[in-house]
C-alpha cells in the first residue's frame, strides 16, 4: 500500500518562499509520474506541478516560473518549492500520482500567506 506524507508547509508572509516535501513509501518515485496539487476552500483540487518518469517537469500559467517540482530518488521523496508566493497560493497541498488515477490521498500540508 502506498503512503504518502506532506510536510514543510505553514504561514509565510506574501513574497516569500517555502520547500514541500512529500515522502512516499510502498512504491518508487522514480518508477511513477509525480504531481504537487493544492486545495484551496471552496475549490476544486488542481494540479500545480508535476514530474515524469524522465524528469520533465510542466506547471499551470499560474505557478510557472515561481514553483519548482524535484524529486530525490535515493530519499524517495518528491519536493515543491515555492517562491514569490502570493495570498492565491493558500491551500492545502498534496501530493500523488500525476494523472487520473491516484493513491489514497495523504493529510496534506496546509500552506497559508498572508501578511
Known amino acids: 500500500q502506498v503512503q504518502l506524507v506532506e510536510s514543510g508547509g505553514g504561514l509565510v508572509q506574501p513574497g516569500g518562499s517555502l520547500r514541500l516535501s512529500c515522502a512516499v513509501s510502498g512504491t518508487a518515485v522514480r518508477f511513477n509520474a509525480m504531481g504537487w496539487y493544492r486545495q484551496a476552500p471552496g475549490r476544486q483540487r488542481e494540479l500545480v506541478a508535476s514530474i515524469t518518469v524522465a524528469a520533465s517537469t510542466n506547471y499551470p500559467g499560474s505557478v510557472e516560473g515561481r514553483f519548482t517540482i524535484s524529486r530525490d530518488n535515493r530519499k524517495n521523496t518528491v519536493y515543491l518549492q515555492m517562491n514569490t508566493l502570493t495570498p492565491e497560493d493558500t491551500a492545502l497541498y498534496s501530493c500523488?500520482?500525476?494523472?487520473?488515477?491516484?493513491?489514497?490521498w495523504g493529510q496534506g500540508t496546509q500552506v497559508t500567506v498572508s501578511s
Open positions: 500523488n500520482r500525476a494523472g487520473d488515477h491516484h493513491w489514497s
